[in-house]
């Protein structure tokens, strides 16, 4: 298991806003930025949110981050059908000295 | 066009080696350190080494120390992963990403080679 640790599963309908929490420790989360990232199955992640909070070019805004001590979380404001897929967070650890991911969270659109 | 294409993935025998490549286009290549990720079938995202932009520095995950090794020539665009001893561990989706200079974050991902180990 990993030392980051998310929800397996989330869901909401078209237009709710949606949550996705990843939990860590001071020697990853609180210490270093968090990086998002989508993957509809059956292909590539995709690079959804880096340093925390900000956004790559070409992410809609009703996505959004946020970082506060051990914790992260990213948000969906307005849910979508196309926004179903995994999301994964990433950051990381200075006591392993190397990159971690989150277990992943399956987003499922009603 | 930015990208990262990724090769070499198959059938392979428990015990035996593998060599992953992955190509670069669209950039330059020699500025950026790149990761290999893994994703075994059904599961998360695994990370299993880096290397530095001049491959002078590597890391690998405690998994794969001392069976994998990860190599690039800069002057052929293209990062590689010689893997030994594969184990049914082994099988997964293998992706290359390249690292944004920010964030450790990993902005350009390539589709993917799998590799499975079987007999």
């Known amino acids: 298991q990993s030392v980051v640790t998310q929800p397996p599963s989330a869901s909401g309908t078209p237009g709710q806003r949606v949550t996705i929490s990843c939990s860590g420790s001071s020697s990853n989360i609180r210490s270093n930025p968090v990086n998002w990232y989508q993957q509809v199955p059956g292909t590539a992640p995709k690079l959804l949110m880096h340093s925390s909070n900000q956004r790559p070019s070409g992410v809609p805004d009703r996505f959004s981050g946020s970082k506060s001590g051990t914790s992260a979380s990213l948000a969906i404001s307005g849910v979508q059908s196309e926004d179903e897929a995994d999301y994964y967070c990433?950051?990381?650890?200075?006591?392993?000295?190397?990159?971690?991911f989150g277990g992943g969270t399956k987003l499922t659109v009603l | 066009e930015v990208q990262l294409v990724e090769s070499g993935g198959g059938l392979v025998q428990p015990g035996g080696s593998l060599r992953l490549s992955c190509a670069a286009s669209g950039f330059t290549f020699s500025s950026y350190w790149i990761y290999w990720v893994r994703q075994a079938p059904g599961k998360g995202l695994v990370w299993v080494s880096h290397?530095?932009?001049?491959?002078?520095?590597?890391r690998y995950a405690d998994s794969v120390k001392g069976r994998f090794t990860i190599s690039r020539d800069n002057a052929k665009n293209t990062l590689y992963l010689q893997m030994n001893s594969l184990s049914a561990e082994d099988t997964a989706v293998y992706y290359c990403?390249?690292?944004?200079?920010?964030?450790?974050?990993?902005?350009?991902w390539g589709p993917g080679t799998m590799v499975t180990v079987s007999s």
């Open positions: 290397i530095n932009s001049d491959g002078s520095t590597t």
């Open positions: 990403a390249r690292v944004m200079v920010v964030a450790n974050a990993l902005d350009i």
């Open positions: 990433a950051t990381w650890d200075d006591r392993l000295n190397g990159p971690v």
